[in-house]
C-alpha cells in the first residue's frame, strides 16, 4: 500500500512536470502574427495559451497599430466584453472541454452584420449609435461555437467603397500610402495587419 501511494504520487509529479514542459514550449513556439485557428487550438490544449489572453493580445495589437502607429483604421470597435466572454469561455473548456474548432477563437465582423450588444453602423455616422434589437444569424451561430465576437470592422459607408464615415479611410497595412478597396476593406485590412485569426 505504501509503496503503491509513493508510485502513484510518482506518477502524478511525472504528469505534471510533463504537462507543464509541454505548455513552455508551446508557448515559445507559439506566434501571434500568422496564427491559425488550429495553432491558436494547439496552443489552448498544451495549457500555453488562454482566449482571455489571446483577446488581450489582439486587443494590444489593435491599439499599437489600428488606433496608433500607422492607423490602419480598419476596427471600429472594439467588443468591451471581449475580456470576459474569453474567460467565461476558458473557464468552460477546462469544465467540460472545447465546443469545437471556434472555441475561443477571436472573430471581427463587418460592420454591417447585426450585434445586439455593440452598434452596427453599415460604415455610416448616421447610425453610429444604432444598435439592433438581435444578433444577426452568423452572430449566433458564431457565439453558439464558442468564438469571441472581438469587435466590428470598418466597411466603406452603406457598402460603397472603402471610406467610411464612422473613422474615416482604412489604409493598406502592407503599404500605408495606399488605400484598400471594396466594402470589407475593414476585415480583409484587419486580418493582414494580424488583429484576428478570423473575420467575416
Known amino acids: 500500500m505504501h509503496y503503491a501511494a509513493i508510485l502513484g504520487g510518482a506518477s502524478l509529479l511525472l504528469f505534471s512536470v510533463s504537462a507543464t514542459s509541454m505548455a513552455i514550449a508551446a508557448e515559445k513556439t507559439f506566434k501571434l502574427e500568422e496564427a491559425t485557428i488550429a495553432d491558436i487550438q494547439e496552443a489552448m490544449s498544451a495549457g500555453a ?3 482571455e489572453k489571446l483577446v488581450e493580445l489582439y486587443v494590444d495589437r489593435i491599439a499599437a497599430y489600428d488606433d496608433a502607429g ?32 471556434l472555441h475561443g477563437v477571436p472573430v471581427l465582423l463587418k460592420d454591417n452584420i447585426d450585434t445586439a450588444d455593440m452598434p452596427t453602423t453599415n460604415g455610416s ?16 451561430a458564431l457565439r453558439k461555437a464558442g468564438a469571441v465576437i472581438l469587435g466590428k470592422a470598418a466597411m466603406g459607408e ?14 493598406n497595412p502592407y503599404n500605408v500610402k495606399r488605400n ?4 470589407s476593406s475593414g476585415s480583409g485590412a484587419a486580418i493582414s495587419a494580424n488583429f484576428a485569426v478570423l473575420a467575416i
Open 70 to 101: 500607422p492607423k490602419i483604421n480598419s476596427i471600429l470597435k472594439v467588443n468591451p466584453r471581449a475580456r470576459a466572454e474569453a474567460a467565461a469561455l476558458d473557464l468552460e473548456r477546462k469544465i467540460k472541454g472545447p465546443r469545437g474548432p
Open 158 to 171: 452603406f457598402a460603397g467603397g472603402s471610406y467610411n464615415s464612422v473613422r474615416g479611410q482604412t489604409i
Open 180 to 183: 484598400t478597396g471594396g466594402s
Open 49 to 51: 495559451l488562454t482566449a
Open 125 to 140: 455616422a448616421v447610425l453610429r449609435d444604432a444598435i439592433p434589437p438581435d444578433d444577426a444569424v452568423i452572430t449566433k
